[in-house]
């Protein structure tokens, strides 16, 4: 059974840095592309980091540059560095997987900036 945990949120002052962390567990996921997606209060939720199995790395033009991926396959885990932080950037945080046709989500993680 695949399962996706987050971790590494919290409140934080706009202008600092945090970094998340999404554990996987119940297959070697080295060879996945994992995704980052957040939801805001009210809004879609949304893109914001994919990083392939060979560690290629994709964000939108809204967090390019302040929004780093990485991955540990050693560790089976994903990370997401965010720095600069913004109040926009408050959002609860989701690390995704896509495995043969079913694409598995984490409970998430909530990030609250405060201006």
């Known amino acids: 059974q695949v399962q996706l945990v987050e971790s590494g949120g919290g409140l934080v002052q706009a202008g600092g840095s945090m970094r998340l962390s999404c554990a996987a567990s119940g297959r070697t996921f080295s060879r996945y592309a994992m995704g980052w997606f957040r939801q805001a209060p009210g809004k879609q939720r949304e893109l914001v980091a994919t990083i392939t199995s060979s560690g290629r790395r994709n964000y939108p033009d809204s967090v390019r540059g302040r929004f780093t991926a990485s991955r540990d396959d050693n560790k089976n885990a994903v990370y997401l560095d965010i720095n600069s932080l913004k109040p926009e950037d408050t959002a609860v945080y989701y690390c995704?997987?896509?495995?043969?046709?079913?694409?598995?989500w984490g409970q998430g993680t909530q990030v609250t900036v405060s201006s």
């Open positions: 995704n997987v896509l495995v043969g046709t079913t694409t598995y």
